[in-house]
Structure formats: structure tokens, C-alpha cells
């Protein structure tokens, strides 16, 4: 039981490159997370899917785009990447079809944008 | 409006001393969902604890207690007798009963543990 995956783990981006972060879960959870941690920010929630097909924004979506076409799959892309982007990026998942539930975290994946 | 504040950004103890983390949070509804995190410098999340508002009993897990207060908005968490391994961001978090897909973060304390 892996439990939540991200991949990859570090990546470095030139600005205006675009990828694409996964993040796995083998728990058969419904609701699904990215947030971006930065220096003194604490957590902060970008999108969050709360089932296979839908999408919602969270505190701060602009320049990412996020598809939660499988229920265990959810990715969080960048279009065109900025330096404001770098940041270290967690997946998270939620047993249950609340967020009432303890979050289950991926290990992060450390993105810079030069 | 739903809000986490963790007024303390960084401490920093002597082994062994106890040091209590401060969380206050802010919702407009009654019933809601308190967490602790811890993040080691290894950089994961670890859960420690899930709270709901109805039960404001007091939780004690070895050397971790946690204070729960209604009447102050608080859910402070108590470490005792710290050990260097509990070096680490701990953050608090809030989760409303009536917005159940996400839960709000406070921005962290981080704790620094002296040998």
C-alpha cells in the first residue's frame, strides 16, 4: 500500500516551460488536494477535486490547471511557468467523502522556476 | 470567515524543557474539525491529531497533550519533556462543517529543539 505518490520529486523549470506534477493515491479516496508551500505561508490550497471528473478553485489557482479524469489520479499543471511558482508542491487525499477526515499526504515535489 | 492563526513563528527550547504551540482559530459555524501536523525537516506531513467541536475533552498521547477551549477559540499543543527529534513545523488546522471539502491551515510554528 504506497499510499500518496507524487511525481516527480524536484524539477527545475525555465520560465514559460509548462509540466505536469501527478500525484497517485491507492486508498480509493474521493477527495484530492495540491497545495503549494512556501517560506512563512504555511499550506495553501490551489485546486481540489471531490470526485473523478470535477474541480474546484481553491486560495490560489491562477496559472495552474488541475484533471481528475481517475478517481486515483490527480494532476496540477503549469501552462507557462513563473518564477513565482517556485515553491514545494503536496498532494494530499481525504478517506471518506469529507474533509472532516484526516488528510493523507504525499512526500512534496520541490519545483524551481528560474 | 474560517481562519487559523499560530501567533508563534519560531521557538526554540532546550531539551527536555515543555513547550506549548498556540492555535487560534476563527468560524462561524458550530460544528468544525481541529488537526495538528507535524512536518520534520525531511520535509513530509504527519498527522497527529483530529479534534471535533463537540468534544472538548483534553488528549494526552505520551509525551503530546493537547488543550482544547471553546471559550478562546484555542487548541494549543503541549509537548513535555521535548526531545531533539521533535524538531520540527507544526501546523494547525480547521476544517468547517458546513464547507466539508477543504480544511484551512495555519501558516506553522516551527520548533527548534536545543542538545
Known amino acids: 500500500n504506497a499510499g500518496v505518490t507524487q511525481t516527480p520529486k524536484f524539477r527545475v523549470l525555465k520560465t514559460g516551460q509548462s509540466m505536469t506534477l501527478l500525484c497517485a493515491q491507492d486508498m480509493n479516496h474521493e477527495y484530492m488536494y495540491w497545495y503549494r508551500q512556501d517560506p512563512g505561508m504555511g499550506l495553501r490550497l490551489i485546486h481540489y477535486s471531490v470526485g473523478e471528473g470535477t474541480t474546484a478553485k481553491g486560495e490560489v489557482p491562477d496559472g495552474y490547471n488541475v484533471s481528475r479524469l481517475k478517481k486515483q489520479n490527480f494532476l496540477l499543471g503549469l501552462e507557462s511557468a513563473a518564477p513565482s511558482q517556485t515553491s514545494v508542491y503536496f498532494c494530499a487525499s481525504t478517506a471518506d467523502e469529507t474533509a472532516k477526515l484526516r488528510q493523507y499526504f504525499g512526500p512534496g515535489t520541490r519545483l524551481t522556476v528560474t | 470567515a474560517q481562519k487559523v492563526t499560530q501567533a508563534q513563528t519560531e521557538i526554540s527550547v532546550v531539551e527536555k524543557e515543555d513547550v506549548t504551540l498556540d492555535c487560534v482559530y476563527e468560524t462561524r459555524d458550530t460544528t468544525y474539525y481541529l488537526f495538528w501536523y507535524k512536518q520534520p525537516p525531511s520535509g513530509e506531513l504527519v498527522f497527529l491529531i483530529r479534534r471535533n467541536s463537540f468534544d472538548e475533552q483534553n488528549e494526552i498521547s505520551g509525551r503530546y497533550s493537547w488543550n482544547f477551549q471553546k471559550s478562546t477559540s484555542s487548541f494549543n499543543f503541549t509537548i513535555t519533556a521535548s526531545q531533539v527529534v521533535d524538531s520540527a513545523v507544526y501546523f494547525c488546522?480547521?476544517?468547517?462543517?458546513?464547507?466539508?471539502?477543504?480544511?484551512?491551515f495555519g501558516k506553522g510554528t516551527r520548533l527548534h529543539i536545543l542538545p
Open positions: 488546522a480547521l476544517s468547517e462543517a458546513y464547507r466539508d471539502d477543504k480544511i484551512i
